[in-house]
């Protein structure tokens, strides 16, 4: 058992298979864990890697070597399936991560629509896809992650988010097709990643919290359309994960729904207790992103000790990873998971 490599190790734990330890992972995307302090040591540097795969490769590789993440994360933003779709993106720089600078309808009832395919034509996809192949490659032992965005994050990266979250409820039929046509260019996205040798999905979709849309329209929209995602994904026997943003209470008991073999969350969720009301779930996270940036390294290793005590499944950051985060919290945080 101690001869587990990283990639047996995620397996076994989005398996319930019993491994020595927790895996600690950062999954991108969301996620994303390309810091400041990595890139100036090594001069790879974005927003040139966003494009470029062996850039993109040679990021993610000097990130795995020098923060003691056990996977690589790729892409390192938010805002591929939404540049696909027709958004307007700013790439940011090398300390602001890609945002979009402008949705490209106003309206649910605006929205034109694209055939299937739109992913595997887009050059920057195509990076992505190649990054992962090579990565996969060359490093057999370390699961390459394909990070994607969540449905209803995707359809307000398309739609002015403040009418679309209004038109969720005044216009349902209408809602549900662009959430709909997101999710099937999403799971698009995800397909090709794992032809390109990812070997976990992982799906962020910040907008889809209990705080945006309460409980009922969690469970219509969030749950009806992630679920989508997952079954399509597992239909290529790749394990997924997903992060529920924010605070839980309003929808937590719908959280078992979701069919992702882990649930990462925010740092304000107790795991343990989560782990204790549903027992079948495996649980990610949660880290907190702000210690990470602000606190001393003692105190960083001393909350990973914690949530290794507690039982949590698989160690991360609980939330979006600041780029200014300092290279020697996240080491101290990585190496506490790997000490005996």
Known sequence: M???????????????????????????????SAIVDVMNKTGHTLPDGHHDSQLMAEIANDVQENTGFENFGIPFCMTVEAEVLGSEINYGTLACEPKIQKEVFPSVKEVLYQDLGAMAKNKRVNAIIEATYQLSKEYSDIPVFGSITGPLSTAASLVDPIPFLKELRKNPAEAHRVVDYATNHI???????????????????????????????????????????????????????????GKMNAVRKFVPAIKSDAISTDSSISLRKLKEDYPELTTMGNLSTYLLEFGEAEKVAKQTEKLKLDGIDIIAPACGLSTSTPLVNITAMTNRVKEA
């Open 187 to 245: 799971i698009e996205l995800a397909k090709l990643m794992v032809e390109g040798g990812a070997s976990v999905i992982t799906i962020a979709d910040p907008t889809a919290t209990g705080e945006i849309l309460g409980p009922a329209m969690f469970d219509e929209y969030a749950v009806r359309y992630l679920n989508k995602i997952i079954d399509a994904i597992h239909e290529t026997n790749t394990p997924v994960i997903v992060h529920i943003c």
């Open 2 to 32: 101690n001869d587990l490599t990283p990639k047996e190790r995620i397996i076994r734990s989005l398996n319930k298979e019993s491994v020595d330890r927790a895996p600690v992972i950062c999954p991108g995307g969301m996620m994303n």
